[in-house]
Each structure stands twice: as C-alpha cells, then as structure tokens.
C-alpha cells in the first residue's frame, strides 16, 4: 500500500507493519508526511484511524482534504462521528457545502434503496447507530453511547466494525452485562446486510428472512449508509400490495420507457406468443357451443361480462398471494388455508354480483332464467377465479418461476375455459 515512504525509516522498530496505534503515533509525530501516509490508506482505514488521532491531527488532516476527499471519508463514519469531525472544520463555507455535499448523496442513495416499496419514505431508513471498533472496550464504548444518549434522547443500535469494515453488531443486552475492560470483538454477532443498490427481489426477501431484526444498508464501498428494522419494512406490504406492475404484464423487471424497439419486442413476444395459444383454447370452447350462440345470440353479450369478471377477482387474488409470497409467510406447504379462503371469498363475491347481474337481465332482456344462468355462471367463475388465482403463483414458486412474471396468463386461461364451459353449458341446458 505504500506510495514509496520507507515506512520502517518513519518508525524504525516496525519495519512494514503497521499497526493501528503505529500509523496513529506516525501521522502525529510526522506532520511532514502526515497526508502522504493519510492518503496512502483505504478510506475504511481512514475513517477507523481517525478516532484514534488527536484533535489537532484529525484538523490538519480535514484542513488538507479536498473536499470530495472529506465527504468519502464522512460516508464512512456514522452521524455523531461525522458532526464531531465536521465541527472541526472553522471556514463555516466550507462546512455547509460539505454537509450539502453529504446531505444530498445521502438522500440519492436512500431514495434510490427506497424504490422497493411506493410507500417507502426517508424515515424508514434509520440513521441512530454507532459504528465502532471491534478493539473498542466495552467501557469506551458506554462513553460513546452515553454522549449519543445525552444529544439526542436515544439509545443507539451498536454496529461493529474491523479496520472500517463491517462485521456485526453487539446488542446492548449483552454489553450491559459485561466487565469494562473487555473488548466488543468477544461479542460481535452477525447482522444482515444489503446494498443500496441490490434487486428490489433481494431487498424485499433479506427482508423475510429477517424478522423482528434489522438490516445494514451499505454505499458500494461497504460502508454503513443506514438501519432498516424489517417489521417496519413488512409493515408496508402489509398495507398496500407490493407487485410490480411490469411484473404482472409480463414485461420484463429490466425494461425501462426509453429501451430500444428490438429488446422491448425480446423481452415481450414470448409471453403474447403463450397468451394467444391460450386465447385460441377459450375461443374452442366457445365453439363447442356454435349451436346454442346461434340459437341464443344474447348470450355473446354477456360473455365478455362472465369473463372480465372472472379476470378482475383472479387478478386480486394474485395480488394478496404472490405479496405474501414475497414477504416469506405462504407457500405451496402452508398455502391451504389461503386458497380455502378465496374460495371462500370468491363464493361470496360471486353472490353478490350475480344477483346484480341476474336482475340487470332479467329486466333487460326480460327472461328470468337467463337472469339464473349467469348468477349461477358469476358464483362458479368467481370461485375458480379464488382457486387458481392463489394456487398458480404457489406452484410456480414451488417450481423455481417467478409467480409473478406470467401467473396471470394461466389463471386468466382457467376463468376464460372454465368460464365460457359453465356460463354456455348452463344456458344450453336451460334454455334451449
């Protein structure tokens, strides 16, 4: 790592190796080649040195800094570190551009993190945490906290760190138990973490895979942007559901407005080449049934009601099954319950708006049985409309697919076929 300074002629009894409190003790004692050494290390190792520094070496070194070099090295220290060093830059300018520097790529990499939910908002990204040094002893770390406590009322999350990476974090139900002297390296435990830039399919399964716990989120360089608790994140989809809409059109995640003919024609032809072979095998079985449409023209009228209908209840279905599926609570194991209940509610809902349906025709047309048949034919499309909208995305996940991406091709198929067969096999029955 070294730019050519013999560092063993700087400390003589060390040769190459450079320890922590050695690097610290060669910055101090030799301000001639304080920034040479400074900027010699990683940023990580820049932050995590930097504690170690007197106060008037760490304001030689900020005064020296460019001012991109002083907001890297801001990204990697958490918010009481930052407002420390910060206070030690006197050119009051120079300060607020920092701080509007740092403010500002923050709040880009947040939003940018954020887009997983459309009701994720800047307060879910929790910034009341201390990021310190697993060599820290559990007695400095207490004064550290302390002083958080006393600025801001709270008592901080405590994120551990080895040479400015992270490592884990150590609660303070364990801290609280433990002599002064010992150091945090003895009671580190792992805590989960993801990019701001990862999938939105990453973020959102890191989330069900971490209940009733936290997330790191962190800047490309590994350094901590935040804190995110995952019931607060689940909270989200508990309220709103969460399914893409490029997702349920069969478009594919990575297709943006402004992509080029040719990939927006790749990523689609194949779900439309699929939907129209099912297209062919709803309108053959309304073929089945030429002689009664011939005999009963009415019925065409209502045929695209039967099957609408039946889409809409299947495409709400899909909705609550493919977010509880993202979230990590169903799957096709534990899924029987969920489906017994949109039978259930499909039933209900089948009901109601076939007896709609029914009066609406029987005043209209003014035949009471046909008011019947497409009660009858709501109730039975409405119900597998629950049936297989919330069985297809669970054995699509079973199997590896995505239950999202083209779930709605093959539950629209089942409410169109199945449909169609009930609505135009009750009315040749009934009616003729």
């Known amino acids: 790592m070294s730019k050519g300074i013999d560092h063993s002629a700087v400390h003589p009894n060390t040769s190459s190796i450079r320890t922590p409190s050695i690097l610290a003790h060669d910055l101090t004692y030799h301000p001639k080649?304080?920034?040479?050494?400074?900027?010699?290390?990683?940023?990580?190792?820049?932050?995590?040195?930097?504690?170690?520094?007197?106060?008037?070496?760490?304001?030689?070194i900020l005064d020296s800094l460019k001012d991109e070099e002083m907001v890297n090295l801001l990204d990697q220290m958490d918010m009481q570190h930052a407002?420390?060093?910060?206070?030690?830059?006197?050119n009051q300018k120079r300060r607020e551009r920092i701080i509007a520097r740092v403010k500002s790529e923050l709040k880009d990499k947040a939003s940018y993190f954020l887009r997983f939910h459309p009701k994720a908002a800047l307060s879910l990204l929790n910034f009341n945490y201390l990021l310190v040094s697993s060599?820290?002893?559990?007695?400095?770390?207490?004064?550290?906290?302390?002083?958080?406590?006393?600025?801001?009322?709270?008592?901080?999350?405590?994120?551990?760190?080895?040479?400015?990476?992270?490592?884990?974090?150590?609660?303070l139900s364990v801290l609280v138990r433990e002599s002064n002297?010992?150091?945090?390296?003895?009671?580190?435990?792992p805590v989960r973490s993801v990019t701001y830039e990862a999938d939105i399919h990453e973020v959102v399964s890191s989330f069900g895979a971490t209940k009733h716990s936290k997330i790191a989120v962190l800047d490309r360089d590994g350094s901590v942007i935040g804190i995110v608790y995952s019931d607060d994140a689940l909270a989200l989809f508990?309220?709103?559901?969460?399914?893409?809409?490029?997702?349920?059109?069969?478009v594919a995640d990575a297709e943006r407005s402004?992509?080029?003919?040719?990939?927006?024609?790749?990523?689609?032809?194949?779900?439309?080449?699929?939907?129209?072979?099912?297209?062919?095998?709803?309108?053959?079985?309304?073929?089945?049934?030429?002689?009664?449409?011939?005999?009963?023209?009415?019925?065409?009228?209502y045929m695209p009601i039967v099957a609408g209908m039946g889409g809409n209840a299947a495409t709400q279905t899909l909705a609550v099954i493919v977010r509880g599926i993202t979230i990590g609570e169903i799957n096709l194991k534990n899924g029987l319950p969920a489906i017994s209940r949109e039978v259930g509610a499909g039933f209900i809902n089948g009901v109601i708006t076939g007896v709609l349906v029914a009066v609406v025709a029987t005043f209209w047309n003014g035949d009471p049985m046909l008011g019947l048949v497409?009660?009858?034919?709501?109730?039975f499309n409405l119900v597998v409309a629950g049936f297989f909208g919330a069985l297809i995305p669970l054995v699509m996940k079973a199997m590896g697919k995505d239950p999202a991406t083209s779930a709605t091709i093959f539950i629209t198929t089942a409410t169109d076929v199945l449909g169609f067969f009930a609505f135009l096999g009750l009315a040749s029955l009934v009616l003729l």
Request: avoid cysteine; charged fraction near 25%.
């Open 135 to 171: 060599d820290s002893t559990i007695g400095d770390t207490a004064d550290a906290i302390d002083e958080h406590y006393r600025e801001l009322g709270k008592l901080p999350e405590i994120l551990v760190h080895e040479n400015g990476e992270l490592i884990g974090e150590a609660p």
């Open 181 to 189: 002297h010992k150091t945090l390296k003895h009671f580190v435990v």
């Open 83 to 90: 407002e420390n060093a910060l206070a030690l830059v006197k």
């Open 258 to 301: 402004f992509d080029t003919v040719g990939s927006k024609v790749k990523s689609r032809y194949k779900w439309l080449i699929i939907n129209l072979a099912t297209a062919f095998l709803a309108a053959a079985v309304v073929g089945l049934f030429e002689d009664t449409l011939s005999q009963l023209v009415v019925l065409a009228m």
């Open 33 to 60: 080649k304080r920034m040479e050494l400074f900027r010699d290390l990683s940023v990580s190792e820049q932050a995590a040195l930097f504690d170690n520094l007197s106060p008037h070496v760490r304001k030689s």
């Open 238 to 250: 508990s309220r709103e559901p969460a399914a893409a809409l490029y997702n349920f059109a069969g």
């Open 374 to 379: 497409l009660a009858f034919a709501m109730v």
